[in-house]
């Protein structure tokens, strides 16, 4: 059987199920869960799963795989309040959406995006826990002390992650 033809069989059924499961989803839209659903159609279609198969083994096969792609999606998203503080920074998502002007909120983006690569890629398991142990606020000889180092240690990891900082930002080091 062609896949149009298959695919004409079952669209007012299709259609039925997406309007259905949308009512349930925020995060995707009726149009979304079809072409979701014609994907799985067409996948299936291409491996040969449908040949032997009838209209509501198919349809039903096409309900199973949207619940399992609402729910995989749900699982991997959360949802937050513009006035909900961001723990990693401290900014809540409306202070950063009211930046006065569009550079203030594209410098914001890049240091975090900087931020984010350094402490991702570029930061040896010390330096992060230094590193993290500032943000939250702490002196050096306070970050020595829980960290079990001297605090002239201290210092010199944070001059080893402002060298790393300064290096992804300019593409040089400055000997810091």
Same mark, same amino acid.
């Given at each position: ?5 298959? %695919? ?15 009512? $349930?989803?925020?995060?995707?839209? +009726?149009?979304?869960?079809? !072409? +979701?659903?014609?994907? /799985?159609? $067409? =996948?299936?279609? !291409? ?5 032997? @198969? &009838?209209? *509501?083994?198919?349809?039903?096969? #096409?309900?199973?795989?949207?619940? &399992? #792609? ?9 949802? %937050?309040?513009? *006035?909900?503080? =961001? ?19 594209? +410098? ?11 402490? &991702? &890629? ?5 330096? @992060?826990?230094? #590193?993290?142990?500032?943000? +939250? ?13 001297? /605090?002239? %240690? ?5 001059? =080893? ?16």
């Amino acid at each position: 059987m062609e896949f149009e033809l298959i %695919r004409t069989k079952i669209d007012s059924r299709l259609r039925a199920i997406t309007h259905k499961l949308s009512r $349930w989803s925020v995060l995707m839209s +009726e149009d979304d869960l079809y !072409q +979701e659903a014609l994907l /799985h159609l $067409w =996948n299936r279609y !291409q491996a040969g799963e449908l040949e032997d @198969k &009838n209209e *509501s083994y198919i349809a039903q096969s #096409c309900y199973f795989h949207l619940r &399992n #792609c609402l729910r995989t999606i749900e699982k991997k998203v959360s949802l %937050r309040s513009l *006035s909900e503080g =961001n723990s990693d920074d401290g900014y809540e998502l409306e202070d950063i959406l009211s930046l006065t002007t569009q550079e203030s909120s594209y +410098e914001y983006i890049d240091a975090r995006l900087v931020v984010d690569s350094l402490m &991702n &890629n570029g930061l040896t398991r010390r330096e @992060k826990e230094v #590193c993290a142990l500032f943000l +939250e606020g702490l002196t050096v000889r306070q970050i020595g002390e829980r960290l079990g180092i001297s /605090h002239v %240690r201290v210092v010199k990891i944070k001059n =080893n992650i402002k060298s790393k900082y300064s290096y992804l930002i300019t593409g040089r080091s400055d000997g810091v």
